[in-house]
């Protein structure tokens, strides 16, 4: 109830702030005798790493995991999985100046009317995007689960600073990679123009990432609340910067007609096309599971701005401390492990159904 | 787990199937001694009813509801209240020749897959539109409690069969009126000719919903999985037919900076602009909750079309049955529902957070 | 969270007054493809059916179970079971001196300030053993699901009145039988005396009801905080009247020592004995699951009592109303209903930890 | 769903097994502006700290807990808070004979069977008495939570071994105090000579813990499955080693009548006797909250025991490692903090009723 936990049979919970000691979570409901080592998570950690690429943050953090139950002999026991990051690169001073006034965009004042005046204020504290290593920890056992039926996940950014990749080269392949998870290195070589750019100017840059889950068998999802659809909007509208969700189609479903968007169903199992995205009544149809997520600009610009202190008397503030450029590409891996954690649980779910 | 219930505090659990006997929901959590009577439900099931309107379907409903707990001497008693619309107008023998047919871009297929080879065919049975009746009926009970502090919920169409109201007209207002939903009866005429077009050519449209929830206060949301955002995406995506949701700007949102998105506080609680559309680390901030969805064309269009038999063979069907043209304007009134029971429910699980 | 849902992949919620419209309640989760008619859970609620039995009340109820959603074609559709059960023979004016007066052992004064001075004070409203009518509705379902795999449940009463049967009768036989559902006539005879002897003196009786599920497969249960037996105690604990719940030798085992109470493994998959009652580590092993609960004397007795009223001041009431003697026998089935539906649930969420 | 957590706004997550690198769990629901340290909850560690007493473990714990999250400025801010116990004292070597063999009265057989025959043998794994560590450290952050509002829980143990305290003792006082939490010197000096005799005889004791809730505010509990005694019930027995769970007269109420067992109303808000525990149709009534829990025989005996191996052939063990000869009287702060977990829990549930 209380929001960080997420999943119902395959359940995440998720602690630890920016500045505090360290960040972790705990997985409970992985079945037993999955081969699992802190390797295997720290594979996926790396990706989302601080302190890489063009757009990156200034903060170095080895980010080591440390898998603390669940495990023996090398496999799961399917009791709780808990793991935790040591924060070692914490400058809670470069956030003093902020401890009595509101950052745009960033979530200080809702916390501050939420939770009673009461609020972590170095570098958002649980609201910081660091909160994310729990998801992608996590979202790396969930794909070992996958794995076990195939289903694989590939994520990648297809539009950045306002610059997309051609449409030939939004079909989604397992090519994405570092920096950006960009479909190409021409169209990285853009991004990186516009990264010069918004830097120069003190600004930063949003974009929006496609997810393609495939292989995933048909069955999946709960109707009417729980659609396959509604779970994966949940949990991508969950990381934060994520301003919208879409699947197959999406807003552009709206403007097609009926005998447009249908997808015909061929004989042996197929579709002849996936308008639809995967899914059919919120259940997935046994094609692609196809998503896209919106990405605002990080909210940390390094202009003045306008804002209020805690009293409520006009400010001019200036941000200091260590900002990503762009939330792209570091939530790339975040919004592939939030994917395969529904899946996983998904599938899981839905186990109970197999005939006897 | 099964998805048959949404809510946290305020729990609504659905049931029913398009041709059975009937509709209904039990809503449970809603605080006692809230007055509370069949016509105040019957009103918000009024402007979902089917059989009125240009896009309508031709079936005819009389949409009764009829209380079947939870009320004592006109007030809710804090115990679950249970509703039921009896269905009335089924017509079973519509549906005869698609028992062994699965419709494209319906539910057929994937209900087949996941319930073993098992499916109530009659009108897409539980995956019908026909359960947005209970979301509509709790939803009125849900917009009671938000006026008690003083939320109200604006929801309209603002754009439909690829034609979009001019922006100045989205500015949601009180004025969207039936039919659609429409900001204008400008815009409406347009829409109607795109209707008459559209059932020319035995095709279906979609469109977008816009949400506007008002007078929000601060502090709602759960971080960091149920931010606010997130589940009002889950519950908009639960809706049958919704492929997208955006908050605030949305996918707009992708291709600002961050100078341009931020919203600068103002002295006094507000702020000059509304780009994140009401939220701030996934807590509301006191400003509008700003929403939009995208509707796909209804799936049922009177056209031949290719798909499967459930052996497998290639078939050729021509559905019949009564259908909308298009699920905008009737699924106004059910967005607009989940909206207010997102917030309801938010509110009264931020009154744990009350100072004692 | 509000109380009135119980289950987790196996779910139901329930509804209904006293004497209100009606009792009901939704089974969500029940698999496709089960085999289910009005007439099975009309057997069941036929058990529990008033106005029957020498410790009975008088008030007459036909019980006629209606389905309203979630089967077709005589089967199971995976989608949410609804039952209605209306309410015939209410008398609320029976009622009508207790409007302001809080009835001592009764619900009256707790719900009076838990739901903020509302209360349907007709019969107990919500508080009425009559909401023990879905439960008993949902326990067939449940059985039903349980049969599949061989599991059983037997229900019997082993102690009424202060008068016990003796130890080799409460060997729980197939033979527990109305009335009282006790374990050979003879001891039904000593209970009848009792019967009367409380009757004469307006007074109520209690008892201890037992319970033996046989052919549990070993796995079950979810260690830590959801062992079986928890599940279990919370299942029957929250049946009105019962004040203590105990498994295998129960309160017995605090007086033996370990080399008493463990039960030896045998080759084969067996054990030397069932002190545990059919749990390891909150595991299910593989016996028979062994419950005992006790349950208090009816609180509406037929001598006037002291109390207060609705503004604190001094009353002395007598009950009206149509009310049991006992209890027992009519919340025998309602605990074995609790029971499988706890069992039903936890086979269905141990499939998840199934081999692939 | 996965039982590794309990509760509802305040949810305790709990993870770690016997001799992994350690114990602990995060806490979610806390809400914000408590005052909480790390000494606060080592306190009640303390209490249950292995190696002290007459009837303990040789087993070595400093079992300092670290706070990993949700504090700032010495007050929680809201956000989860994981707590650390690192494991100090391991000797997994103890338990290597046991690797492939059952013990009798242990998880062992059921963890094999539900685990897919997967298993961290090694003092129980996650099935060990050391996952109370947890609930230990949880509760103490409830009782801050309730001390805000004068809630406070005595616990003691009132009979061991079979002997029992006298009952003017177990008017529960605030006098129970180690070893055993005995109502008094005398009694515990009855109990030493009780495990001087079992110890001698290579045997284990249980025994009876009684608590007590004291200033617990009227309208705590959700009718019907969450009734304030059902959800304790399953609190208590969701403890390993604890077999019987009852409320107020408990048992004994089966023999009582209805006129013995009702408790009169009094002017002012009270009542004439609290046979009932504390409360009416599962709500809170404002009296004391009684309830008993008993816990049997600890399963590690020092005598030679019959049982089979992972093959199914027969074997006889004797079992060493380090064992309590009892669960008393560590268990009791166990209980102490489940209760207090439920009850802080049922608190911040019904301040969604209170009146705008």
Redesign the interface.
């Known amino acids: 109830?209380?929001?960080?936990?997420?999943g119902?049979?395959?359940?995440?919970?998720?602690?630890?702030?920016s500045h505090?000691?360290?960040?972790?979570g705990?997985l409970?409901?992985c079945?037993?005798?999955l081969e699992l080592s802190e390797a295997d998570i720290q594979a996926d950690l790396d990706l989302r790493k601080p302190g890489r690429g063009p757009a990156s943050t200034g903060r170095k953090e080895a980010d080591s995991v440390?898998?603390?139950?669940?495990?023996?002999e090398g496999?799961?026991?399917?009791?709780?999985?808990?793991f935790?990051v040591a924060n070692e690169d914490q400058r809670p001073r470069d956030y003093a100046g902020l401890a009595d006034a509101?950052r745009?965009?960033?979530?200080?004042?809702?916390?501050f009317?939420?939770?009673?005046g009461?609020?972590?204020y170095?570098g958002?504290?649980?609201?910081s995007g660091r909160?994310t290593v729990a998801r992608v920890a996590a979202g790396a056992v969930a794909k070992k689960i996958l794995r076990?039926?195939n289903v694989v996940i590939h994520a990648g950014c297809v539009?950045f600073?306002?610059i997309a990749a051609s449409p030939e080269e939004t079909e989604l392949a397992e090519a994405f990679a570092w920096p950006y998870f960009a479909p190409s290195e021409r169209t990285a070589a853009l991004w990186d123009a516009r990264v010069e750019e918004?830097r120069a100017?003190?600004?930063?840059?949003?974009?929006?990432v496609a997810i393609a889950a495939r292989n995933v068998p048909?069955?999946?999802?709960?109707?009417?609340?729980?659609?396959l659809?509604?779970?994966?909007?949940?949990?991508?509208?969950?990381v934060?910067a994520v301003?919208?969700?879409?699947?197959?189609?999406?807003?552009?479903?709206?403007?097609?007609?009926?005998?447009?968007?249908?997808?015909?169903?061929?004989?042996?199992?197929g579709f002849?096309s996936n308008h639809?995205?995967g899914?059919?009544?919120?259940?997935?149809?046994?094609q692609d599971i196809i998503l896209r997520a919106?990405?605002?600009?990080?909210?940390?610009?390094a202009?003045k701005?306008?804002?209020?202190d805690t009293r409520?008397?006009?400010r001019e503030i200036l941000i200091g401390g260590r900002h990503d450029l762009s939330a792209i590409p570091r939530i790339v891996p975040v919004l592939s492990a939030m994917t395969a954690l529904v899946l996983a649980d998904a599938l899981?779910?839905?186990?109970?159904?197999?005939?006897?």
Not at 104 to 111: L, M
Not at 201 to 208: F, N, V
Not at 294 to 301: C, Q, R, T, Y
Not at 305 to 308: G, N, P
Request: net charge positive.
């Open positions: 109830m209380s929001g960080n936990t997420f119902r049979l395959l359940r995440l919970t998720s602690f630890g702030e505090g000691p360290g960040v972790g705990v409970d409901g079945p037993a005798g440390r898998l603390l139950s669940g495990i023996f496999v799961t026991t399917g009791t709780p999985i808990a935790y509101f745009p965009g960033h979530a200080d004042w809702a916390y009317q939420k939770f009673c009461i609020r972590d170095r958002g504290g649980r609201a909160e076990r039926r539009e600073g306002g918004a100017a003190g600004d930063t840059l949003g974009g929006i048909a069955g999946l999802g709960e109707p009417v609340f729980d659609k659809e509604a779970v994966l909007a949940h949990a991508l509208m969950s934060g301003k919208g969700v879409e699947v197959g189609e999406g807003f552009a479903a709206a403007r097609l007609t009926g005998s447009q968007n249908n997808d015909p169903l061929l004989p042996g199992g002849a639809a995205g899914t059919l009544g919120g259940i997935s149809s046994g919106a990405v605002k600009p990080i909210a940390s610009i202009r701005q306008r804002t209020v409520g008397r006009p899981l779910l839905q186990r109970r159904m197999e005939p006897v």
